[in-house]
């Protein structure tokens, strides 16, 4: 199957700075999509940005202007730059891809999670 390796998460001071890594590994034919969704404490999870297999970029509102999602295809990784970092964007934040393996198959994959925490 699929994998995704998340990575970069932490703790960061208000304003600060992070960036997210996410690889995929497996019998992957082609990914479509690969996103990241968050999820706080207490809360619902949401959409954090996404980027299709064209790289068209869709984000939060909540974090235009200061996020920037980007991939790199050649090793099925998808990078999250997160900057300007609020307390409210403390959570957990989840990878996700879809796409086909080899043997034709649809598949659907998340990561395990990597915390983002944002305090002073």
């Known amino acids: 199957q699929v994998q995704l390796v998340e990575s970069g998460g932490g703790l960061v001071q208000p304003g600060g700075s992070l960036r997210l890594s996410c690889a995929a590994s497996g019998s992957i034919l082609r990914l479509a999509a690969m996103g990241w969704y968050r999820q706080a404490p207490g809360k619902q999870g949401e959409l954090v940005a996404r980027i299709t297999s064209g790289t068209i970029p869709n984000y939060a509102d909540s974090v235009k202007g200061r996020f920037t999602i980007s991939r790199d295809k050649a090793k099925n990784t998808v990078y999250l730059q997160m900057n300007s970092l609020k307390p409210e964007d403390t959570a957990v934040y989840y990878c996700?891809?879809?796409?086909?393996?080899?043997?034709?198959?649809?598949?659907?994959?998340w990561g395990r999670g990597t915390q983002v925490t944002v305090s002073s």
């Open positions: 996700n891809t879809n796409g086909q393996l080899r043997g034709g198959t649809d598949f659907i994959s």
